[in-house]
T-cell receptor, first 115, second 113 residues
Framework: GAVVSQHPSRVICKSGTSVKIECRSL??????MFWYRQFPKKSLMLMAT?????????EQGVEKDKFLINHASLTLSTLTVTSAHPEDSSFYIC???????????FGQGTRLTVV | AQTVTQSQPEMSVQEAETVTLSCTYD???????LFWYKQPPSRQMILVIR??????QNATENRFSVNFQKAAKSFSLKISDSQLGDAAMYFC??????????FGAGTRLTVKP
């Protein structure tokens, strides 16, 4: 099956710094990528949808200036958490789908800890 | 907006027995997809089974099958001959024609040896 690689798997950063998370589709072209946030023992909450070459669409309540998403190529989308604070600590998961795909393939997730 | 409801926060099953996980959803669309994903402790999301709304036949993947009741907006997952490796969080998901996917709150399945 299709492979989606997410990097890094874990990151610890200081409060006030920015962190970039990468999501790559390794064997297919992902026209659409999704970013989710998952709190402990909770479900996945969709943060934003990004389409290659266009601006991301953010869900209500998600600060677009806080969570910068770039989908500059058909195989790479990045999520940058800017000026991170401890409340941004969470598990972030990306998924990707090609233009014909019915379902999305998920990355391994990134555990972000802001200290 | 579409919503997905999983009313069972936790379920338990004896190894080799059968268990059914419930899922209901709310939508006004006629064209959509439904999925069950498994999330083990590694937190990697694994697709278990999918169902296209336009198909009347229930999807089946080996020990996993669904009971899709479109009129009732119900999409339950049946796991037969449960194995220890089936223990995980299970999420029901809905994907609309507009491409975004919504997840239920999840059901934690425990398999007892």
């Amino acid at each position: 099956g299709a492979v989606v690689s997410q990097h890094p798997s874990r990151v610890i950063c200081k409060s006030g710094t920015s962190v970039k998370i990468e999501c790559r589709s390794l064997d297919f072209q992902a026209t659409t990528m999704f970013w989710y946030r998952q709190f402990p023992k909770k479900s996945l909450m969709l943060m934003a949808t990004s389409n290659e070459g266009s601006k991301a669409t953010y869900e209500q309540g998600v600060e677009k200036d806080k969570f910068l998403i770039n989908h500059a190529s058909l195989t790479l989308s990045t999520l940058t958490v800017t000026s991170a604070h401890p409340e941004d600590s969470s598990f972030y998961i990306c998924s990707a789908r090609d233009h014909q795909g019915i379902y999305a393939f998920f990355g391994q997730g990134t555990r972000l800890t802001v200290v | 907006a579409q919503t997905v409801t999983q009313s069972q926060p936790e379920m338990s099953v004896q190894e080799a027995e059968t268990v059914t996980l419930s899922c209901t959803y709310d939508t006004s669309e006629s064209d959509y997809y439904l999925f069950w994903y498994k999330q083990p402790p590694s937190r990697q999301m694994i697709l278990v089974i999918r169902q296209e709304a336009y198909k009347q036949q229930n999807a089946t993947e080996n020990r996993f099958s669904v009971n899709f009741q479109k009129a009732a907006k119900s999409f339950s997952l049946k796991i037969s001959d449960s194995q220890l490796g089936d223990a995980a969080m299970y999420f029901c998901a809905y994907r609309s024609a507009s491409n975004d996917m919504r997840f239920g709150a999840g059901t934690r399945l425990t398999v007892k040896p």
